[in-house]
Nanobody, 126 residues
Framework: QVQLVESGGGLVQAGDSLRLACAAS????????VGWFRQAPGKDRQFVAA????????NYAHSVEGRFTISRDNAKNTVYLQMNSLKPEDTAAYFC???????????????????WGQGTQVTVSS
């Protein structure tokens, strides 16, 4: 098990940027693929971005591709989500998740993740 703590959320205006961080503790973080998901009120949890163990491969939802960048620093046990050109529809609680994997793959489906953080709120005003 790894414990995950998100930070960096806040209230911003459309067009602004935010960088979320997901700090991990517990197990060897470099054995885990990591993803970011978001959930707006009244809506299902939605995949945002994911990164493999080594950080060499990523995957994005179409709605954020070109605006968001996921990265990781295994030496700091931290994964980041850089969010640029934010839109009101990006408003949601953002969660990071970690999946123990035997191969260096990107994981994009929520049920595959065993460990979840508590979330950080991102609100984008128009």
């Amino acid at each position: 098990q790894v414990q995950l703590v998100e930070s960096g959320g806040g209230l911003v205006q459309a067009g602004d940027s935010l960088r979320l961080a997901c700090a991990a503790s517990g197990r060897t973080f470099s054995n885990y693929a990591v993803g970011w998901f978001r959930q707006a009120p009244g809506k299902d949890r939605q995949f945002v971005a994911a990164i493999n163990r080594s950080g060499g491969n990523t995957n994005y939802a179409h709605s954020v591709e070109g605006r968001f960048t996921i990265s990781r620093d295994n030496a700091k046990n931290t994964v980041y989500l850089q969010m640029n050109s934010l839109k009101p529809e990006d408003t949601a609680a953002y969660f990071c998740a970690a999946a123990f994997v035997h191969w260096d793959i990107v994981v994009v489906t929520a049920p595959a993740y065993q460990n979840w953080g508590q979330g950080t709120q991102v609100t984008v005003s128009s």
